[in-house]
């Protein structure tokens, strides 16, 4: 898996990533939301709710799902 990177170098093309909350080292899964519903809010989960952009200070890619036996 890859090694934690600073949130600035994030991509911003809707990709699923893994970040992390610095205070609280809440991780989730979002992706970048070009018009978030409310300003700033870029961060979006897949079930909705939208964070700042501020709020985390690191990403890593996902990890690639499990294969699945033929």
Same mark, same amino acid.
């Given at each position: 898996?890859?090694?934690?990177?600073? @949130? !600035?170098?994030?991509?911003?093309?809707?990709? =699923?990533?893994?970040? @992390?909350?610095?205070?609280?080292? @809440?991780?989730?899964?979002?992706?970048? =939301? =070009?018009?978030?519903? @409310?300003?700033?809010?870029?961060?979006?989960?897949?079930?909705?709710?939208?964070?700042?952009?501020?709020?985390? !200070?690191?990403?890593?890619?996902?990890?690639?799902?499990?294969?699945?036996?033929?």
């Amino acid at each position: 898996m890859s090694e934690w990177q600073d @949130i !600035s170098t994030a991509p911003h093309d809707g990709t =699923d990533i893994l970040v @992390i909350e610095p205070d609280t080292h @809440i991780m989730l899964v979002v992706g970048w =939301d =070009d018009e978030p519903p @409310i300003p700033f809010a870029n961060w979006a989960t897949l079930d909705g709710p939208n964070y700042h952009a501020w709020m985390f !200070s690191h990403w890593m890619p996902l990890p690639p799902p499990p294969e699945t036996a033929p």
